[in-house]
C-alpha cells in the first residue's frame, strides 16, 4: 500500500515538475454597432483585411472595411442574434477554401463547407480566396481548345484553355444552357469544372446539381453555392473561392474551367455590402472600384508556362443585360476584361433559333489559335456564308425579284441556321460537328428543303457513325482533316444523299 502511495507521490512530483504556464495574448473586439448584414467592431487593431473573424454565436465574418477607430466585417450568416457589446475573436486567417481532389463531385458553399450531405471534405490544402494573378512570363499563348460541344461556338467563336470567353444576354436566353452544355462535353477530356451559382434560387441549384448527376458530370465538377437566401456577403465572395479551386488543378499541371452564373448579382452583392459600409457611390450607385472587383477575378485565368507545370484554369463569366443593353456599366467592363464574348438575342430565342448566338456581334479574341486543324479548315466558309446571308436577307425582305446567285445565297444561309439549331444538354463530338458543317458550307444540304434539314442531319449522324465509323474515328482522334479524310468524307455525304429521300 505505502508503495502505491509512494508511486502517486512520485507522478504529483514530477507533473508538478514539468508544469509550466503559457500566456497567449488574443486580440478580442466589440461590436459596436450591428445591422443589415454588417458589423462594426471595435478593438481589433491588428486585423488583416478578409481575415475571418467569429462572432459569441458562432456565425463567421470577413473584415472588410480597415477604419481609423472601427473595422467593418461583413457577417457570413444569421445576424439577428448579435448584439451590440458582443465579443468578437479573429481567426487568424485570411479567408480561405479547402482545395485538392477532395472537393471533386461535391457541393460547398462560399467558403468550402460541404452542403451535399456526403460528410467532410478531405481537403489537400488551403487556399486563400483572393489570390495574385500569375504574371506575364509565368503565362503562354493559349493554344489548345475548350470542346463546347456546341456547333456554332466550336466553329465560329472557339474558346481556349486559359482563355476568359463571356456569356451575354438578357434573362432567359440560354446563358445558363451553353454553360452547362459547355460542362457536360468535358467528359473523359481531362478537364476539371467548378460551377459557382450567384444568386440562384435554391431549387434552381437543385435542379443543376441534379443535371450534372444525371449525365455523370458531377465525376469532375464542384458546385459553389451562394443562393439568393443566402447573405450578400456570401454571394460577394463565391467566384473568389471558385476560382481558388480551380487554380489548384490549374497549379498542379491540371487543365480547369470554371463558371461564373453570374456575375451581375456578384455586382449587385458587392454594391450591397460597400453601400452598407458606407463606401462612397458612383455611376449606378456602383462604388469606385467595381471594375477591379472583377478585373482582379478574370485575370486569374490563364495558360501557365511549361516552366510553371503547363496547367490552365478556362473563365466563363456570365453577364445578365437588361433589354439587350450591353453598355450598361457592368457589362462594359466585363466586356473590356474578357477575351471575347457570345451574345445571346431575345429575338432570335423566340425565332426558335437555339442556341440564340447572334454569331455577327459574338467574337472570340483568341480567334483560330484554340481550334483543331480540322474545324480551322472548314470553318471559314461557315462564317463567310453567314455574313453573306445575314446582308442578303435585310435586303431579301423588300423585292420579290432576286437573281440566282442571290437566291442561293439565301437557301443556304437558310440550312446553315437550322443546322446551327442545337438542342439543350446534347452537345456533338468533334467529328460529328465537322462532318455536319463540311456538308452545310459544300452545298450537300441544299436539296434537303429547310424544314427536313434536321432529319437529314439525324439520319447522316447515324450512317456517319455506324457505315462509316472508322472515319468519325480517325477525324476525332487526329483533330485533322487531310485529303485522303476529305475524299472519304464526300464518297460519305454522296453515298447517304443517293439512299436519302
Known amino acids: 500500500m505505502a508503495t502505491i502511495s509512494n508511486d502517486i507521490y512520485e507522478s504529483l512530483l514530477k507533473q508538478i515538475g514539468d508544469f509550466s504556464t503559457k500566456i497567449e495574448s488574443v486580440e478580442v473586439g466589440r461590436v459596436t454597432e450591428v445591422g443589415d448584414g454588417i458589423a462594426r467592431v471595435s478593438g481589433m487593431e491588428n486585423i488583416r483585411f478578409s481575415e475571418l473573424v467569429r462572432f459569441t454565436n458562432g456565425t463567421p465574418g470577413i473584415a472588410f472595411n480597415l477604419e481609423k477607430d472601427n473595422v467593418g466585417v461583413i457577417i457570413m450568416g444569421e445576424y439577428d442574434t448579435i448584439q451590440e457589446g458582443d465579443e468578437v475573436r479573429p481567426l487568424g486567417r485570411i479567408a480561405s477554401v479547402p482545395v485538392g481532389m477532395g472537393m471533386v463531385g461535391r457541393v460547398v458553399d462560399a467558403l468550402g463547407n460541404p452542403v451535399d450531405g456526403k460528410g467532410p471534405i478531405a481537403a489537400a490544402d488551403y487556399y486563400n480566396i483572393e489570390r495574385i494573378a500569375p504574371g506575364v512570363i509565368e503565362r503562354k499563348n493559349v493554344n489548345r481548345p475548350v470542346q463546347t460541344g456546341i456547333v456554332a461556338i466550336d466553329s465560329m467563336i472557339p474558346i481556349g484553355r486559359g482563355q476568359r470567353e463571356l456569356i451575354i444576354g438578357d434573362r432567359q436566353t440560354g446563358k445558363t444552357a451553353i454553360a452547362l452544355d459547355t460542362i457536360l462535353n468535358q467528359k473523359g477530356k481531362d478537364m476539371y469544372c467548378i460551377y459557382v451559382a450567384i444568386g440562384k434560387r435554391r431549387g434552381e ?153 447572334n454569331v455577327g456581334i459574338s467574337v472570340s479574341r483568341v480567334g483560330g489559335d484554340a481550334q483543331t486543324k480540322a474545324m480551322k479548315k472548314i470553318a471559314g466558309g461557315l462564317r463567310l456564308d453567314l455574313a453573306q446571308f445575314r446582308s442578303l436577307a435585310a435586303f431579301a425582305q423588300f423585292g420579290s425579284d432576286l437573281d440566282k446567285a442571290t437566291q442561293q445565297q439565301l437557301d443556304r444561309g437558310l440550312r446553315l441556321t437550322e443546322l446551327l439549331k442545337q438542342p439543350q444538354y446534347r452537345p456533338l ?73
Not at 460529328?432 to 437529314?456: C, F, S
Not at 487526329?478 to 439512299?499: G, M, R, Y
Open 429 to 501: 463530338p468533334l467529328a460529328e460537328q465537322v462532318a455536319l458543317i463540311y456538308a452545310g458550307t459544300k452545298g450537300y444540304l441544299d436539296n434537303a428543303t429547310v424544314d427536313r434539314v434536321k432529319e437529314w442531319q439525324a439520319g447522316f449522324i447515324r450512317a456517319f457513325n455506324t457505315q462509316f465509323a472508322a472515319l468519325s474515328a480517325s477525324i476525332g482522334d487526329n483533330k485533322t482533316l487531310n485529303d485522303e479524310q476529305e475524299a472519304q468524307l464526300k464518297d460519305a455525304l454522296n453515298t447517304f444523299n443517293a439512299s436519302w429521300s
Open 205 to 357: 441549384v437543385r435542379r443543376i446539381v441534379a443535371l450534372l448527376e444525371e449525365y455523370g458530370a458531377l465525376e469532375y465538377t464542384t458546385v459553389v453555392v451562394a443562393s439568393a437566401s443566402d447573405p450578400a456577403a456570401m454571394n460577394y465572395i463565391a467566384p473568389y473561392s471558385g476560382c481558388a479551386i480551380g487554380e489548384w488543378f490549374m497549379e498542379n499541371g491540371k487543365d480547369a474551367l470554371v463558371v461564373y452564373d453570374d456575375l451581375s448579382k456578384h455586382a449587385w452583392a458587392y454594391r450591397q455590402v460597400s453601400l452598407l459600409m458606407r463606401r462612397p457611390p458612383g455611376r449606378e450607385a456602383y462604388p469606385g472600384d467595381v471594375f477591379y472587383l472583377h478585373s482582379r477575378l478574370l485575370e486569374r485565368a490563364a495558360q501557365l508556362s511549361d516552366a510553371r507545370g503547363g496547367g490552365s484554369l478556362t473563365a466563363l463569366p456570365v453577364i445578365e443585360t437588361l433589354l439587350g443593353d450591353v453598355s450598361a456599366y457592368v457589362p462594359t467592363n466585363v466586356i473590356s476584361i474578357t477575351d471575347g464574348q457570345i451574345y445571346l438575342e431575345p429575338e432570335l430565342f423566340y425565332a426558335g433559333v437555339r442556341p440564340a448566338i
